[in-house]
């Protein structure tokens, strides 16, 4: 019975375990549908967008039915009733503002979308972040593994060797004591991996704990700037396109200013029918034009004054935006110089670590031989371990290098 219920139940166990495997695709995926500050982005695109196509409805007819019913009498009036019923209709021919609130709700829209695109760029790289830092406690835990078992076997090493009289007590104390430091740092790895598993569970907008794992391999990136073109990208930014559209805004509020003192024509046209009954048969219309010259309605100076300050405005938001070009063109280029010297980094760590190892071994021959101290191949071991664990701080390093940029340029999670 218990060989059966083992068989039945290791398929639920490895569905489990593959399901707690994530690549950078599945993180993606979740992150677009479950992160809340992405959803509320997208949430706010569609009420811009729903607030644009309200903003139509300024100069469409607008039309009115009322149904009436009244009773009057007085002292020697006999009392009467008294039905009326009327169908009503306005439509505004011309009116400038409204053309222009019309617009303005587009910008804010088309906006949005720029708010949007620039939260998933931002979100893009922090998930890339948390995802990495995963894979980097993920490899810190086998790296620490690797050094408790190289202590652990120093010490058990050190300590028969002290047994026989052939290495001192001070060097046996001190190798277990480094036995213990890396039992240590093998626990902090362990930690570390959790806290990576639920930083990157919350960039994807997953609640709860879950012993994720971050499938891909932990390389050093490649990305090649095409500096040439740089300034016709920063043109699709998504920074750059709000600051155009809060631009475009400002441009569009000048004009909204001043069409404030010119006149609206709207046109109006009624039907209605009263009498003594409640269906009435006594019918009425009018048709007619309404022009409207606003002279003084805001205050004498008020037009010129918002004029003035609209304009004061517009200057400020075309600033906004030269500031934001030079800045965001200048951190990229310095974005880009921070990845090359961290590549660097990596392809000459790489090389050391390489010859650690090898020092390592050779200290190893030697000490077992006598050639050595026990101090001097603990040095090399120390070494080595500093350039394993040094190196894959190189590679994460180089790799939020190249997220930065890709962040600065735009690159969203549907990128």
């Not at 078992?149 to 060097?171: F, P, Q």
């Not at 039992?183 to 790895?189: L, P, T, V, Y």
């Not at 000048?254 to 269906?279: C, F, I």
Request: aromatic residues 6%; hydrophobic residues 40%.
């Amino acid at each position: 019975m218990l060989v059966a219920a083992l068989q039945l139940a290791a398929p639920s166990a490895a569905q489990e375990a593959a399901n707690t495997e994530l690549t950078w695709g599945d993180c993606v995926r979740e992150a677009v549908a479950n992160n809340p500050d992405l959803r509320a982005k997208r949430l706010a695109v569609e009420q811009y967008n729903y607030a644009y196509k309200a903003g139509y409805n300024s100069y469409l007819p607008k039309v009115s039915a009322s149904h009436s019913f009244t009773r009057s009498g007085g002292d020697g009036v006999s009392a009467s009733n008294r039905w009326g019923l009327s169908v009503s209709a306005s439509e505004p021919l011309l009116d400038l503002q409204a053309a222009s609130s019309i617009r303005k709700a587009r910008i804010n829209y088309e906006k949005a979308e720029a708010d949007y695109r620039d939260a998933s760029a931002s979100l893009r790289q922090t998930l890339y972040n948390a995802f990495l830092s995963l894979q980097v406690a993920q490899e810190q835990v086998k790296v620490d593994a690797k050094v408790l078992k190289l202590r652990e076997e120093n010490a058990r090493l050190i300590n028969l060797k002290y047994e026989s009289g052939m290495e001192s007590r001070g060097n046996k104390m001190y190798a277990e004591a480094l036995a213990a430091s890396a039992r240590a740092s093998a626990q902090k790895s362990a930690r570390a991996l959790d806290v990576a598993r639920r930083e990157l569970l919350t960039a994807m907008g997953v609640s709860g704990y879950k012993a994720v794992t971050a499938k891909g391999d932990l390389a050093t990136p490649e990305y090649a700037l095409d500096t040439a073109g740089l300034k016709s990208a920063l043109e699709k930014v998504p920074q750059i396109v709000a600051q155009q559209k809060s631009l475009a805004s400002s441009q569009e509020s000048l004009l909204s200013a001043k069409y404030a003192s010119y006149p609206t024509l709207d046109a109006n046209q009624s039907v209605g029918w009263s009498g003594r009954s409640e269906l009435p048969s006594n019918n009425s219309w009018s048709m007619g034009l309404s022009l409207s010259i606003p002279l003084f309605s805001s205050g004498i100076t008020y037009n010129a004054n918002n004029t003035k300050a609209m304009k004061a405005a517009l200057k400020a938001a075309e600033e906004n935006l030269r500031s934001l070009k030079l800045s965001l063109e200048s951190q990229v280029l310095n974005a880009y110089d921070e990845f090359l010297n961290a590549r660097d980094t990596v392809a000459s760590g790489e090389t050391l670590v390489k010859a650690d190892e090898e020092r390592y071994k050779e200290s190893q021959i030697n000490y077992m031989a006598g050639a050595i101290s026990f101090i001097d191949l603990e040095t090399v071991e120390q070494t080595m371990v500093d350039a394993q664990q040094n190196q894959l701080q190189y590679v994460k390093n180089a790799n939020t290098r190249k997220t930065a940029i890709e962040n600065l340029l735009g690159k969203g999670l549907e990128d």
